[in-house]
């Protein structure tokens, strides 16, 4: 019996043997090649000298023996700023940018991790980076996989306190780290710039701001997902607010200019004595769009919007606490994707909590207010004996129609009833599937000339 059991066992240990040394064949046949995942790794454009987010591939062997890499290698060495693990193996710059002696046994992979640090390309539009990940096998084969990436130059802003009157206007972005605060006795303009804020602040205004072909977005140029770049993601800067107006703040000015993907609000304008004779905040030709909170919270405030786009907020796109509202030609919708319920397009109301806020007057004119819900608009009344007047004219409105003529003239009312499409199919440039948003109207829209793309 012993001698079966000790025959039995060397016979496995001999099998043992011989798969593990199957196993471990390697060959330097010029006909076993590695199959890469990609053949490209397509990076998103990423800010000179600044990190990326970490790409990955696989590399495999599909071939009946395991293959040895000589070394795997980027071709133009530290000169572009890729940097490279792979399978573990640090590709160090400092030492030629070059692992050696890998090995992918057979039916087996290794996986490889990317990011790219560029430097300054000392130009003003995005720039190629480009180099190879060369994989030299043992064979004398070359096999390569292509990095490749945009590199754009930017500048700096890191806790920006403005106390004088400043100009800030650039060809080349600006990333703007903690944020911008404008004292009270500073005016801040900013004229024909691209401001990407990273995470946290944006800009705190006690003073006044001007803006005029500005765009105010996060700094975030990569994608959360294939279909969703971070540029269409709420929330990403702004955590308190994109632009807060604090009750010291007057006289505020913005022109052609986007707020984008804020979070709490895109803007807000905190309470301050009311001033009938005064814009607080005048914006002409602006969009606020894909804000994570409120796009514009009004208090208490005197505030003009002509010829603006106010789209898609977790909370409300527009919404008036008292003071008075002046809107034209804008178009106000709400169709936020990333939440619901979700918030009015217009909301107003005389008070906040236990506090009154006379509402001296919303006037919309000439605008769109449509979105997913059957009734967009709503209206907060508490005392009648606090002011709460308001008035729609010449405007597409989806709800149940409004028998108050006083209130509501010549007013195209959309019924939940009347498509299914729940109010979208005015914008034919909307791709809900990949969250893109153009809110340009289809020339067929009973809401053609109305809002602001007309």
Same mark, same amino acid.
């Given at each position: 019996?012993?001698?079966?059991?000790?025959?039995?066992?060397?016979?496995?240990?001999?099998?043992?043997?011989?798969?593990?040394?199957?196993?471990?064949?390697?060959?330097?046949?010029?006909?076993?090649?590695?199959?890469?995942?990609?053949?490209?790794?397509?990076?998103?454009?990423? #800010?000179?000298?600044?990190?990326?987010?970490?790409?990955?591939?696989?590399?495999?062997?599909?071939?009946?023996?395991?293959?040895?890499?000589?070394?795997?290698?980027?071709?133009?060495?530290?000169?572009?700023?890729?940097?490279?693990?792979?399978?573990?193996?640090?590709?160090?710059?400092?030492?030629?940018?070059?692992?050696?002696?890998?090995?992918?046994?057979?039916?087996?992979?290794?996986?490889? #991790?990317?990011?790219?640090?560029?430097?300054?390309?000392?130009?003003?539009?995005?720039?190629?980076?480009?180099?190879?990940?060369?994989?030299?096998?043992?064979?004398?084969?070359?096999?390569?996989?292509?990095?490749?990436?945009?590199?754009?130059?930017?500048?700096?802003?890191?806790?920006?306190?403005?106390?004088?009157?400043?100009?800030?206007?650039?060809?080349?972005?600006?990333?703007?780290?903690?944020?911008?605060?404008?004292?009270?006795?500073?005016?801040?303009?900013?004229?024909?710039?691209?401001?990407?804020?990273?995470?946290?602040?944006?800009?705190?205004?006690?003073?006044?701001?001007?803006?005029?072909?500005?765009?105010?977005?996060?700094?975030?140029?990569?994608?959360?997902?294939?279909?969703?770049?971070?540029?269409?993601?709420?929330?990403?800067?702004?955590?308190?607010?994109?632009?807060?107006?604090?009750?010291?703040?007057?006289?505020?000015?913005?022109?052609?200019?986007?707020?984008?993907?804020?979070?709490?609000?895109?803007?807000?304008?905190?309470?301050?004595?009311?001033?009938?004779?005064?814009?607080?905040?005048?914006?002409?030709?602006?969009?606020?769009?894909?804000?994570?909170?409120?796009?514009?919270?009004?208090?208490?405030?005197?505030?003009?919007?002509?010829?603006?786009?106010?789209?898609?907020?977790?909370?409300?796109?527009?919404?008036?606490?008292?003071?008075?509202?002046?809107?034209?030609?804008?178009?106000?919708?709400?169709?936020?994707?990333?939440?619901?319920?979700?918030?009015?397009?217009?909301?107003?109301?005389?008070?906040?909590?236990?506090?009154?806020?006379?509402?001296?007057?919303?006037?919309?004119?000439?605008?769109?207010?449509?979105?997913?819900?059957?009734?967009?608009?709503?209206?907060?009344?508490?005392?009648?004996?606090?002011?709460?007047?308001?008035?729609?004219?010449?405007?597409?409105?989806?709800?149940?129609?409004?028998?108050?003529?006083?209130?509501?003239?010549?007013?195209?009312?959309?019924?939940?009833?009347?498509?299914?499409?729940?109010?979208?199919?005015?914008?034919?440039?909307?791709?809900?599937?990949?969250?893109?948003?153009?809110?340009?109207?289809?020339?067929?829209?009973?809401?053609?000339?109305?809002?602001?793309?007309?």
């Amino acid at each position: 019996m012993m001698k079966r059991i000790f025959l039995y066992l060397h016979l496995l240990y001999a099998c043992a043997f011989v798969a593990c040394s199957d196993d471990d064949t390697f060959s330097i046949s010029r006909q076993n090649l590695l199959t890469f995942s990609v053949d490209t790794v397509q990076m998103d454009t990423v #800010f000179s000298t600044i990190g990326s987010s970490t790409y990955t591939f696989w590399v495999f062997n599909h071939s009946n023996d395991g293959i040895r890499l000589k070394s795997v290698r980027l071709r133009q060495g530290n000169q572009t700023g890729f940097r490279v693990n792979v399978d573990g193996s640090y590709l160090d710059n400092s030492l030629g940018s070059v692992v050696n002696d890998l090995e992918v046994r057979k039916g087996d992979s290794i996986r490889v #991790f990317v990011e790219l640090t560029a430097p300054e390309t000392q130009k003003n539009e995005p720039q190629v980076v480009e180099d190879d990940l060369v994989f030299a096998l043992e064979s004398g084969v070359e096999q390569r996989v292509c990095l490749r990436s945009w590199a754009w130059d930017a500048l700096r802003l890191q806790n920006l306190v403005v106390k004088n009157d400043t100009l800030i206007e650039s060809s080349r972005p600006i990333i703007v780290y903690g944020g911008i605060k404008v004292d009270s006795l500073a005016t801040l303009t900013i004229r024909n710039t691209m401001l990407y804020f990273h995470a946290g602040k944006g800009i705190e205004v006690f003073g006044t701001l001007m803006t005029d072909s500005a765009t105010l977005r996060g700094d975030r140029l990569d994608h959360m997902f294939v279909n969703l770049p971070y540029d269409r993601v709420s929330g990403q800067w702004g955590d308190e607010g994109a632009i807060i107006f604090h009750s010291s703040s007057t006289g505020n000015v913005l022109r052609n200019t986007e707020i984008r993907n804020a979070g709490l609000f895109g803007i807000r304008c905190d309470s301050a004595a009311y001033d009938s004779t005064s814009y607080r905040v005048d914006l002409q030709q602006c969009i606020i769009h894909n804000t994570a909170g409120t796009g514009i919270a009004a208090y208490n405030s005197n505030i003009r919007l002509y010829d603006c786009q106010i789209t898609n907020a977790w909370h409300d796109c527009l919404a008036v606490y008292g003071g008075k509202a002046d809107i034209k030609h804008c178009t106000i919708a709400q169709f936020y994707p990333f939440s619901a319920p979700r918030g009015a397009a217009v909301y107003f109301t005389n008070y906040v909590g236990d506090y009154d806020y006379p509402l001296y007057g919303l006037l919309c004119d000439s605008s769109i207010m449509t979105g997913y819900e059957d009734e967009v608009w709503t209206g907060a009344l508490r005392d009648t004996a606090v002011a709460f007047e308001y008035y729609f004219t010449n405007t597409l409105i989806r709800a149940a129609e409004d028998s108050d003529s006083t209130r509501f003239r010549n007013i195209i009312w959309e019924s939940a009833k009347d498509t299914v499409l729940q109010g979208i199919e005015h914008f034919p440039g909307i791709d809900v599937d990949n969250y893109y948003y153009d809110f340009h109207l289809d020339s067929l829209s009973r809401a053609w000339g109305l809002g602001c793309y007309r």
